[in-house]
């Protein structure tokens, strides 16, 4: 490298070499368009005549046209300039792939995170059978029994949580399916969703119809529901009990009847259900609380004796027949789910009959087996009263109690040799491998063996229980709208499958891949097939207003098994059924029948399909959150989300608010988490913002109003006065419950109001309307006197002006919500003679307002509601509770231990409001002892005027408890959008606005 071409610094300064450089460039591209001018020319060249380059061409064609060709006349373009991006040295794709469309994707416009092929992806939240499993019975023995409804018992399952009603599922599906389960885990069979089995908890009903056989090997098919036990899961119960005619009730040994176990009780009852009872984890007393037989007796007794008090007070209250449940009448069974075994009285007497030859009845035996009988080995008596001896012991106990307790202490506590000999005297006989299993699983074969590893006790309580024909009239009666006189009502009593085809539809269950439903039913009348046309009726339908009615096509009939389903042709009266095809018109509950009533020209109401009324739930949804999509392209996806969230969770209500935000109310934090989980995984994928959860509010008065308010219609010609108070005390409440109805004669309506609320008999004939439903906690009164009033024209707007009330109580005054607990009374009204001046157009809007004007001179309050909240935790955990409760405005109304166990039941009340966080700051305080349960209880109002214009609130500070009511009102309205306060002038007249200031001066 020569020294003088660089400086000190190592810099080139030595001659440019741009120029030869760009020389250099330039030759090459000159001589590389020469070659690529002379490679077309030849390639030219042949297609043409060879002729002299000097002379002209001359050529015919066939159109008699000359073309000359001279190719001495060229313009060479070797030195034309061609732009850099108008070069080609290469030949474009369509040139190589000529005819066929050519797509060039630039590199940047898919994302890195998105592959080039995109795989497919088969979303999956359930857990599902690849194939049928091999079952005990044939499909076609279970399809055949289908067709006789005498055979079929149609149950749900339901209990408080943790009671184990799902393990209850995994043993009868262990006794009918060849599967083997060989995790050391419960299989939870009938949890098919993956939350499900990650929570370790039901969220959703799920249907299992299983061939089982009683103790004389006689099968029916038993179709069942396993319910959710958790309180914010209720409305899954409502559900089931509306398809079932028997309630099986499955109550832990340890716990006993809990508030959730007493709720639904009643609820079953007042439902019309059939009760029996499952006294489950009967092994708890054994392993853990280590009873003694004769106490453990004691305690099984205390808890039956808990139900039949529930029952007793059911059947006092509903003025029905008095329903009691005991092991000798049958209806109640003892269980360890989790060892697999199940006994009844009489099939454990069995047991005795078979080990001694049968020399004596089991029936006979089976009733001296329970109560107050004392056995006395010496003599070898039973005897009604215990002698002083002290060799007497219960029969229950001698008989059953204390082999039991034999069994597991052998097994549990002593050595190889000695557990041989005790089960080689009970013949039962085991392999040399069965010995060395670890001591759950060997107890679970020695037990099974000993019991027989079946259910038939299960099967026989069920079966002296009503099936789906002799059950037919009560459910009739209980849950079809049309009369039952007529061919459709005659069907449903006398469950025809020849009827006419009505099908009643409570729940939709979602499907695998989350982009469908299956819908759940009972045939009530009537027969469904493969591919048949049908009409969806839904919750609105009438036979005079048919627009709330879609037609649609059933796609498939299929019997629900948990993770399968089995495929049929046709279904006849009596089953439970998995509709395919129709989910699309459905949101809560439907209707299914034929395309054509029988007659619909008939004039007879009965010849015409009506639908079987909603759903009664026994909780309310008051939680609130409020949502939005991050990605605001992304709404549509949302909406079609909440949709779908409608038709999968009965309770749940979605909804628009005016300031546009969207709002879920829901029973709990753990409901409103689950429909989250659903709405961003299931029925989504996209990201979701949530809001901080609040309540859902109603609105009340505390007083009468002070003046009676009046409206003018909008062409001043029609006038209303009404004037407010409160309901009688426990009125809503009935009302809400169908305690009262609207449309009961008038005569047992008015028996009613009078015996138990001292109406007089003018006050009672007088209601026009609950509101803002049929069953809702408000009564509209006529209270005008005929001889200011025209009767004839009053009529002619009654329509119009409940139509008016119902609208006021819906959206009330303060901050758009429900109005509750108030008794609207219409005091005069000046009506237009003429028709068109006091039409619907005039009416409503007045009758709406005079209502809201009314309200608001009555000393009107904000009503919150209130958790009822049940505690069960060690003694020693009572101030931890009671300083928690206290913090967020709770208090307990009731403290008192659990008979036969450590345990202390505590019952509190605590605001809705408060309640968030409150299962999580109660563990943390007990140091994890203490486990609780809430559920809707109901509504009280808040402390504080929500009209103090004095109350100031200050940010980032607590508001004192007087000024609840004002901070709710406040921040209600400025979430939905509305005023920050309450306008007076948009509910009241000119006039009585004048008044009510003037008035308001003079007290000041």
Known sequence: MSDNLYDEFGNYIGESLEDEEEVTYEQQEEQQQQQQDEEEEEDRKPKQHQYNDDEAHIEETGDDEMNIDNDNIQISTTSAIVLHEDKQYFPDASDVYKGVEVMVQDEDSQPLSKPIIDPKKHKSF???????????????????????????????????????????????????????WLSSKPMRYTDTRNDEQERLISIKSTPMSLVLPNSKDKSYLINILDTPG?????????????????????????????????????????????????????????????????DAYFKLKHTIDEVNTILDLCSHSGSGEKIRVSPELGNVIFASSEMGWCFSLESFANIYVETYGGSFKGSEFAKRLWGDLYFNESTRMFRKQASGSGENVRSFVHFILNPIYKIYSTVISEEKSEVESTLRQLGIKLSKETYNLDIRPLLRVVLGSFFGGKSNAFVDMLAALPSPIENAQRKA???????????????????????????????????????????????????ISKGQSVRVLREKYSPDNDEDMEEGECDGVFIGEARYKIEIEKAQAGMWVLLDGIDGPIVKTATITSLKDISSDDDEDGNRAHIFRPLHFITKSVCKVAIEPINPS??????????????????????????????????????????????????????????????????????????????????????????????????????????????????KRSEYFQSKYDWDV?????????????????????????????????????DSVVRGFQWATKEGPLVDEPIRNVKFKLLDATIASEPIQRSSGHIVPAARSVTHASFLVSTPRLMEPVYLVEVISPIDCLNAIENVLTRRRGHIIHDLPKPGTPLHITKALIPVLDSYGFETDLRVHTQGQAFCLSTFDHWQVVPGDPLDKSIKLRPLEPSPKLHLARELLIKTRKRKGLSEDVNFSKHFDEQLLLSLSQNENQYR
């Open 126 to 180: 359930s857990i599902t059978e690849k194939d049928y499993p091999e079952t005990t019975y044939s499909k076609q023995f279970l399809t055949d029994l289908s067709t006789y409804p005498q055979f079929i018992r149609n149950v749900c399952l339901i209990g408080q949580l943790h009671h184990g009603k799902t393990s209850f599922m995994d043993m009868l599906f262990q006794q009918t399916h060849e599967k083997k």
């Open 230 to 294: 958790h309180p914010n899961f209720l409305d899954e119960v409502t559900a089931s009990i509306a398809l079932s005619d028997i309630a099986v009730i499955m109550i832990d040994a340890l716990e006993g009847v809990m508030m959730q176990t007493e709720r639904l009780i009643k609820h079953a009852v007042a439902e019309g259900l059939s009760i029996c009872v499952i006294i489950n984890k009967m092994d708890r007393l054994i392993l853990e609380l280590k009873l003694p037989p004769v």
């Open 477 to 527: 009666s209980t849950l079809y709208t049309g009369p039952l006189n007529g061919e459709y009502g005659r069907g449903i009593v006398e469950c025809d499958p020849k009827g006419p085809l009505l099908i009643y539809i409570t729940k939709l269950l979602s499907k695998p891949d989350g982009k469908g439903f299956d819908c759940l039913g009972r045939i009530m009348s009537g027969t």
């Open 634 to 747: 992304e709404l549509p996806k949302m909406l079609d989300g909440l949709r779908k969230i409608d038709k999968s969770y009965p309770l749940a209500v979605t909804k628009a608010e005016e300031s546009g935000e969207h709002v879920i109310l829901g029973t709990g934090e753990l409901y409103l988490d689950c429909i989250l989980h659903d709405l961003r995984l299931m029925y989504t994928e996209i990201e979701i913002k949530v809001d901080d959860p609040v309540i859902s509010l109603t609105e009340t008065i505390v007083e009468t109003s002070s003046i009676k308010c009046y409206t003018d219609t909008q062409n001043k010609k029609n006038r209303l006065t009404m004037i407010s108070e409160p309901l009688e005390k426990g009125l809503a409440d009935d009302i809400e419950n169908g305690m009262v109805k609207l449309d009961w004669p008038k005569k």
């Open 762 to 798: 003018l006050a009672s004939n007088s209601i026009w309307a609950f509101g803002p439903d049929v069953n809702g906690p408000n009564i509209l009164l006529n209270d005008t006197l005929p001889t200011e009033v025209n009767r004839s024209l009053l009529l002619s707007i009654s």
